[in-house]
């Protein structure tokens, strides 16, 4: 009996591994705090996979927190940042750019939400430019940068049904959830 649960748990756990390792190192599609289902959702066919399956050259998790009514992104998660900090400040002020009002249905209702920042060096082939906005910056190059700004707005208790019908989108995601595409200079 207890040989079965184990190897029922290797076999759950061998088939997730499987299911992210189509994806090469250092992709959207291959990391595990970015949920794919969201880009493939938000972003058309063959531009999700583009997106999913190319190499950033740095990655960064931004936490999202609720001051007062309105959802903050500011703090970075050093864990889940690669390769390191050198585009951590740049990655803050993409991600507060979704910073935005939440209407709490309560005041146990904890808002919370994490933006993945991805820079990718050049124009991510299978990706239409007129999908992509232009942020100008301080650089006087050609945008030499793309970023892919992913926005995961999460209920309160993590279950389904805990945020009012107001919140709710017809694709049954909740509202604030978006993939978001930039060209910049850096």
């Not at 927190?65 to 903050?72: A, D, P, Q, V, Y």
């Not at 249905?105 to 430019?129: L, N, W």
């Amino acid at each position: 009996m207890l040989r079965s649960i184990a190897l029922l748990i290797l076999l759950t756990a061998s088939s997730f591994v499987f299911a992210k390792a189509g994806y090469e190192v250092n992709t959207l599609g291959a990391n595990n705090a970015v949920p794919n289902r969201l880009v493939e959702k938000k972003v058309d066919g063959d531009a999700a996979e583009a997106l999913l399956s190319s190499q950033y050259m740095a990655f960064y998790q931004i936490k999202g927190k609720l001051e007062g009514n309105m959802m903050r992104f500011k703090n970075v998660n050093a864990k889940a940042s690669f390769p390191d900090a050198r585009f951590a400040n740049v990655a803050i002020s993409i991600a507060a750019m979704a910073n935005r009002p939440v209407h709490n249905t309560g005041s146990r209702v904890r808002s919370r939400a994490t933006a993945f920042v991805a820079f990718y060096e050049g124009a991510v082939p299978g990706i239409d430019a007129s999908n992509v906005q232009h942020l100008t910056t301080s650089s006087d190059k050609a945008p030499n940068v793309m970023v892919a700004l992913v926005i995961q707005d999460n209920d309160s208790a993590g279950k389904k049904g805990t945020r009012t019908s107001a919140n709710q989108r017809e694709d049954g995601a909740i509202q604030g959830s978006d993939v978001y595409l930039f060209e910049l200079a850096l």
